[in-house]
T-cell receptor
Framework: AQSVTQLGSHVSVSEGALVLLRCNYS??????LFWYVQYPNQGLQLLLK??????LVKGINGFEAEFKKSETSFHLTKPSAHMSDAAEYFC????????????FGKGTKLSVKP | GAGVSQSPSNKVTEKGKDVELRCDPI?????LYWYRQSLGQGLEFLIY????????KSGLPSDRFSAERTGGSVSTLTIQRTQQEDSAVYLC????????????FGPGTRLTVL
């Protein structure tokens, strides 16, 4: 069975500081990994995804994530936080077979202080 | 182009009533997914359609929930005899194909059962 753990339900950073949101996964087969962002009262928007190509994945809005198989991690980073980054971030996993439905972590709410 | 749309955006109903939630996927997307987002359970997968077929309905929470998809396009999620625990945001997503293809999410329907 697959699962995702996001460490920290709330993360607060100052504007301009490094953003680090943690995601660890469990999967018995090679995983495909995703980060989605959800702004208040909106649906989920894809930030980036890992599908077994390059382990360092660059996404929209300056975010990137690195797939580390040995650590079963897919942490999301951004060098310098902007006020507009305040939102909830979800890590998700799926695999290539079966239905392809996403299994989500519980989410991390990011606050950015001026 | 047009994204995934869902209607209604908000639905308030009384306990015991039936409700229908609608999803219009992106044109040409063969895979369609329903998820539920609630405070207690996070993001849960409900059901997946490939074309008009739903191979696995085991994600539906109870037999009060049903879903159909017609013409390989519009999908309807029906909840019969609604209960207060059904209150949640119901999200629909579509992708070109199943598996690791990016899922594009609609804005969701917020269901409140009084």
């Amino acid at each position: 069975a697959q699962s995702v753990t996001q460490l920290g339900s709330h993360v607060s950073v100052s504007e301009g500081a490094l953003v680090l949101l943690r995601c660890n996964y469990s999967s018995s087969v090679p995983p495909y990994l995703f980060w989605y962002v959800q702004y208040p009262n909106q649906g989920l928007q894809l930030l980036l995804k890992y599908t077994s190509a390059a382990t360092l994945v660059k996404g929209i809005n300056g975010f990137e994530a690195e797939f580390k198989k040995s650590e079963t991690s897919f942490h999301l980073t951004k060098p310098s936080a902007h006020m507009s980054d305040a939102a909830e971030y979800f890590c998700a996993v799926t695999h290539g077979g079966s239905q392809g439905n996403l299994i989500f972590g519980k989410g991390t709410k990011l606050s950015v202080k001026p | 182009g047009a994204g995934v749309s869902q209607s209604p955006s908000n639905k308030v109903t009384e306990k015991g009533k039936d409700v229908e939630l609608r999803c219009d996927p992106i044109s040409g997307h063969t895979a369609l997914y329903w998820y539920r987002q609630s405070l207690g359970q996070g993001l849960e997968f409900l059901i997946y359609f490939q074309g008009n077929s739903a191979p696995d309905k085991s994600g539906l929470p109870s037999d009060r929930f049903s879903a159909e998809r017609t013409g390989g396009s519009v999908s309807t999620l029906t909840i019969q005899r609604t209960q207060q625990e059904d209150s949640a945001v119901y999200l629909c997503a579509s992708s070109f194909d199943r598996g690791p293809d990016t899922q594009y999410f609609g804005p969701g329907t917020r269901l409140t059962v009084l």
